[in-house]
């Protein structure tokens, strides 16, 4: 059972326009959240993340939002640039000793120029 | 500063050999560790992680383990490789404590 679901595999934005990408859950007990970006042939690197205790997070051009009620959290780029391109990856963890985090299948985001 | 590292980069191995790959972390004590597989066209899936020396748990059944022989170092083992087995696996670390992760750069793995 995929508790971290990334349902757009692909996505293409204009350079200068907005990218969203989206993310659902179905476990209640997640609690934190994270967004990686991932380049090919490299480990991901970690972007931005997101507190159950917060709807929205900033930095810089990167946004979080997080809809509790929803189980739904989104990743906003403002603005979008060609280097932006990559796979981003959403990622949940629940409040425990190890604080392990299940990972969503990730969302190829294309920035055209 | 804290250092994640990862080999080798790339390896092709043969169906029935074994495997063993590396991940040690330096500037930091007492890290948690994990290996992540990452599937072609699919997600980053937790294999297994550890918050001590001989601290193991697997998260899948599979034809991999995982050991931890000293408090900064992961190595990732299998006794006869699948071609199933194929995949880029990643390393991580994150501090004891809810934080994030930090990835070393990766290994991919074809098993021909």
């Known amino acids: 059972d995929q508790q971290v679901k990334q349902n757009s595999p692909s996505l293409s934005v204009q350079e200068g326009r907005i990218s969203i990408l989206n993310c659902d859950y179905t476990?209640?007990?997640?609690?934190?959240f994270l967004w990686y970006k991932k380049y090919p042939a490299e480990g991901p690197t970690f972007l931005i993340s997101?507190?159950?205790?917060?709807d929205k997070n900033e930095d810089g051009r990167f946004t979080v939002f997080l809809n509790k009620s929803a189980k739904h959290l989104s990743l906003h780029i403002v603005p979008s640039q060609p280097g932006d391109s990559a796979v981003y990856f959403c990622?949940?963890?629940?409040?425990?000793?190890?604080?392990?985090?299940?990972f969503g299948t990730g969302t190829r985001l294309k920035v055209l120029a | 500063s804290q250092t994640i590292h990862q080999w080798p980069a790339t390896l092709v191995q043969p169906v029935g050999s074994p495997l063993s790959l590396e991940c040690t972390v330096e500037g930091t004590s007492n890290p948690n560790l994990y290996w992540y597989r990452q599937a072609a066209g699919r997600g980053l899936q937790l294999l297994f992680y550890?918050?001590?020396?001989?601290?193991i748990s697997s998260e899948v059944p599979q034809n991999l383990s995982a050991s931890r022989p000293q408090d900064r170092q992961f190595i990732l083992s299998s006794k006869k490789l699948l071609l199933s087995d194929s995949g880029f696996y990643l390393c991580?670390?994150?501090?004891?404590?809810?934080?994030?992760?930090?990835f070393g750069s990766g290994t991919r793995l074809t098993v021909v």
């Open positions: 997101i507190s159950s205790i917060k």
């Open positions: 550890s918050v001590g020396i001989g601290q």
């Open positions: 990622a949940a963890s629940a409040a425990s000793g190890t604080y392990k985090y299940i």
């Open positions: 991580a670390w994150s501090p004891a404590g809810r934080s994030g992760y930090t």
């Open positions: 476990n209640s007990m997640f609690d934190y």
